[in-house]
C-alpha cells in the first residue's frame, strides 16, 4: 500500500521533534508499505524567529528485512500567522502548501493518512481531487478544531474521512462531540514504542555508566518542559519531600513561549537526549513522573512503562486506556503534595515497586510499534474492504 501522510513535521538530526511519526513511518515501511510525507514548514517562522529550516525534499532510509527502503519527505514552505483568531490562515496556507506538493511531484498514492485533526483539513483538497481515502489520526492533548474551522468546514472533514485512529478513548470521544467524526469511523490503539530502543536493562549498570549515585531513588521526568505536562508539579514535589536520597532526572525543554524549570535540589540530568539514548536513563531510574494536565496518550509514559518504571500519572481519562492499579498510581495532578506522598511512597515501599514495574513491562509488551501499525492496516482494509487492489 502507498500512503500519503500528512503531518506537522517530521524528525532531522538535529531537530528530533515528533519522533513518534518517524518510529510509525519506518514500521510501516519495514512491513512492506510505501511510505511518502509532506510537512509543511514556516518561512515565517524562519524570518522573524529565526527557526531552523529543513531540507525541502529528503529519503530516509529504512533498513527491513529485505534491504534498504526509502521514506521520502517533502517540507514545502508554508506561513503561519500565530496561535490566535489568525489561526485559520496557517492552516489555509498549509492546505495549499500540501495540495500544491502533490500536484508538483506527481505523487502517487493509495491512501492519506493524517497526523491529528489539522493535517486532515490539509488534505480535504486533493482527498476530493483525486478521489482517494482519507484516515486521520487524533492524538491531540486538546482538539481545537471545532474553534477554527467553520460548521461547513467541520462537517467536510467528518463526510470526507473514511476512519480515524484514536489513541484514546478520551480523543475518541471528544472526535464525535465535536462533530468531527462518527462512532463507527472509530478505533482505539494507543501510541506505542519500538521495543529496539526502549526496554529494560541492568539499573546498576546505567548508573555506573552515567555516573548516577548507586544508592539514590531516581524520580525521572521525560516530557517537555511545560505547565501543561507538570515539570513545575513533579519539581516542587520533590523539594517538599526534602530528601537528600532522592535524586531526579529531568528530559525535555521548553518548546515556544515556554519558559517553566525543574528547580529541585538533587537533579543528576536536565536537558534533550537523542531518542536512542534515553533507554539508559529511564533504566538508571526507579520511579516515573508526569503529572499531565492534558494528553492525548503519552508516549514518554509508554517509554518508562517498556524500561520497567512504575509510574505516578494523572487520573484522568486520556491516561485509563493504559495505566491501572497493576502498572501505575494516578494522582490528581494539580496536588502537589499529593504527587510528593506517592513518590515517597513508592521509595519506601518496595514490594509495591515491584509489583507496579513488572506490570508496567507487562503493558508495554502490548504496546509495540509492530502491532500497532498492523493493527492500523487491519483497521483500514476492513473499511476499505478491497476497494484498493493489492494491499
Known amino acids: 500500500m502507498k500512503i500519503l501522510f500528512s503531518a506537522s513535521t517530521y524528525p532531522h538530526p538535529g531537530y528530533p521533534f515528533s ?3 518517524s518510529v510509525l513511518c519506518e514500521e510501516l515501511t519495514r512491513q512492506g508499505h510505501e511510505v511518502t510525507v509532506i510537512a509543511p514548514q514556516s518561512i515565517i517562522s524562519y524570518l522573524i524567529k529565526g527557526t531552523k529550516l529543513l ?10 528485512e529485505h534491504g534498504m527502503k526509502d521514506i521520502k519527505v517533502y517540507r514545502p514552505y508554508s506561513y503561519t500567522f500565530g496561535h490566535g483568531r489568525f489561526l485559520r490562515l496557517t492552516w489555509w496556507a498549509n492546505q495549499r502548501a500540501f495540495s500544491r506538493i502533490v500536484k508538483k511531484r506527481n505523487i502517487c498514492f493509495d491512501i492519506i493518512y493524517a497526523h491529528f485533526w489539522n493535517n486532515g483539513y490539509n488534505a480535504l483538497t486533493i482527498e476530493r481531487e483525486k478521489g482517494k481515502p482519507l484516515f486521520v489520526a487524533t492524538g491531540e492533548d486538546c482538539i481545537i478544531a471545532n474553534k477554527i474551522l467553520t460548521v461547513s468546514k467541520i462537517n467536510d472533514i467528518c463526510n470526507n474521512t473514511r476512519g480515524v485512529i484514536c489513541v484514546s478513548t478520551k480523543n475518541k470521544i471528544e472526535s464525535i462531540t465535536k462533530g468531527l467524526t462518527t462512532e463507527k469511523k472509530c478505533i482505539v490503539l494507543p501510541n506505542a514504542i519500538d521495543p529496539q530502543l526502549f526496554y529494560k536493562k541492568d539499573k546498576q549498570k546505567c548508573r555506573t555508566k552515567l555516573g548516577f549515585p548507586a544508592d539514590a531513588f531516581i524520580v525521572a521526568y521525560s516530557g517537555r518542559f511545560a505547565v501543561r505536562k507538570g515539570v513545575n508539579r513533579v519539581s516542587s514535589a520533590i523539594t517538599l519531600l526534602n530528601d537528600n536520597n532522592i535524586k531526579s532526572i529531568f528530559i525535555g525543554s521548553n518548546y515556544g513561549n515556554e519558559i517553566v524549570q525543574p528547580e529541585c535540589n538533587g537533579i543528576l540530568f536536565k536537558g534533550k537526549l537523542k531518542h536512542e539514548d534515553m ?3 529511564l533504566n538508571s531510574a526507579d520511579v516515573f513522573v508526569l503529572p499531565s494536565l492534558a494528553e492525548g496518550c ?6 518508562a512503562m517498556a524500561c520497567g518504571l512504575p509510574i505516578i500519572s494523572s487520573d484522568l481519562p486520556f491516561n485509563h486506556d493504559i495505566l491501572n492499579e497493576n502498572n501505575a498510581i494516578l494522582v490528581d495532578p494539580n496536588n502537589v503534595e499529593q504527587i510528593a506522598d506517592t513518590i515517597n511512597l513508592l521509595k519506601n515501599n518496595e514490594v509495591l515497586r515491584i509489583k507496579l514495574a513488572e506490570g508496567a513491562l507487562a503493558s508495554a509488551k502490548e504496546l509495540t510499534i509492530g502491532k500497532r501499525a498492523a493493527r492500523i492496516v487491519a483497521f483500514i482494509k476492513e473499511i476499505l474492504k478491497g476497494e484498493i487492489k493489492d494491499v
Do not use: R
Open 55 to 64: 531540507p525541502l525534499e529528503i529519503t530516509y532510509n529504512v533498513t527491513t
Open 298 to 303: 503519552s508516549n514518554s509514559i509508554i517509554e
Open 19 to 21: 519522533a513518534f511519526i
Open 279 to 281: 533507554v539508559d536513563y
